[in-house]
């Protein structure tokens, strides 16, 4: 059974928004563009991942995807959760290209790509760490759970993976995503006493969802170049900014096509840019608006949220008005 799903990571949502408002010429497009490809493959790989794990007979497990789980003020992250009576397995998933070399016993792996050689940290160790959060997580919260059995998946399809050292567990840890049931199956032969109850297995589980606190990017962090980003509304079919309303039709002036709700896609491009409100002046400002009325009848057909009062007023997305889909 699949208990959560992944979603598209919001920061590809996010850089989607600014690559398509950035001008062709500007000096930090090819650089954002760049970081969006590489964000978009990255899930493309974890996408590829939930996929040869659900071709695993899971009758009697439970899939959860991309779990966030806060712990002692900070947080750990599972790509991917295996649970069942008698085993838990998380699953670390590196979209990692080129030839990767695991140095455990100095807890590095390098990879080698395009002539450039680049370290990271063992991703077996990190894995390992998540499990042993997971394990103590759960404990401090009065679950006895079942035995934590990690695993790395390289989710890049061309990686080349290489065991110099002939490491065990990196060969009894590490796989690619094709070849996840021959790994893991070994554990579930080998785990088949069952440790906890159906009905704790499923209260672990609520208990995860529940916990589970969902990455917001930092905009600020992402030091994006506001004040070079194209303003107004986006033709839906020739993609040039800047439709004009008339009649509570948006118009484009390049094609001549016109839409009931091009604005609906500007003020979610608004929000993810900006963060998550908007008052009326910003709307009439970034979506080409003149009439203050005008604005406050749009604003007032979608599902926002509104607080404030007048001048102070401001909205942020409604439950109906998804900024991650
Ligand atoms: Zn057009």
């Known amino acids: 059974m699949i208990a959560k799903n992944r979603s598209i990571p919001k920061e590809v949502r996010i850089y989607q928004a600014i690559v398509s408002r950035l001008p062709i010429n ?3 497009k090819a ?16 996408k590829e991942l939930d996929y040869h794990i659900s071709q695993i007979d899971h009758s009697k497990l439970t899939i959860l995807h991309d779990l966030r789980i806060p712990f002692n003020d900070t947080h750990f992250q599972i790509d991917s959760l295996l649970i069942s009576n008698s085993l838990i397995i998380p699953i670390d998933s590196k979209y990692y290209a080129g030839t990767l070399e695991f140095y455990p016993e100095f807890n590095q792996m390098i990879q080698y790509l395009n ?4 370290v990271y940290p063992d991703p077996v160790l990190q894995t390992k760490i998540q499990a042993r959060q997971l394990k103590a997580f759960l404990i401090s919260h009065q ?25 065990k567990e990196v060969s009894q840890r590490v796989f690619k995503s094709p070849g996840i049931f021959y790994k893991i199956n070994p554990y579930l032969v080998k785990y088949q006493n069952e440790i906890i109850s159906d009905q704790e297995t499923k209260k672990i589980v609520k208990f995860l969802l529940k916990k589970n606190k969902p990455y917001i990017p930092d905009l600020k962090a992402l030091n994006l170049p506001y004040d070079d ?9 020739c993609n040039t900014f800047g439709m004009e309303r008339f009649h509570s039709l948006w118009g484009c002036k390049r094609c001549g096509h016109i839409s009931k709700d091009a604005h609906i896609a500007a003020l979610k491009d608004y929000f993810l840019i900006n963060g998550q409100s908007i008052n009326n002046g910003q709307f009439r400002d970034f979506l ?24 102070g007023r401001v909205y942020t997305p409604g439950k109906t008005f998804p900024l991650w889909d």
């Open 115 to 118: 002539g450039n050689e680049k």
């Open 288 to 311: 080409g608006i003149s009439s203050i009325h005008q604005s406050r009848r749009m604003l007032s057909r979608l599902d926002l949220n509104r607080s404030g009062e007048k001048k």
């Open 229 to 237: 980003l194209q303003k107004g509304v986006e033709c839906p079919a």
């Open 26 to 28: 500007h000096p930090r």
């Open 31 to 46: 650089e954002l563009e760049s970081r969006l490809a590489r964000k978009r493959a990255g899930y493309k790989g974890e």
């Open 143 to 167: 679950y006895s759970p079942p035995p934590i059995e990690p695993f790395v998946a390289i989710t890049h399809s061309q990686a080349i993976i290489k065991n110099p050292t002939q490491n």
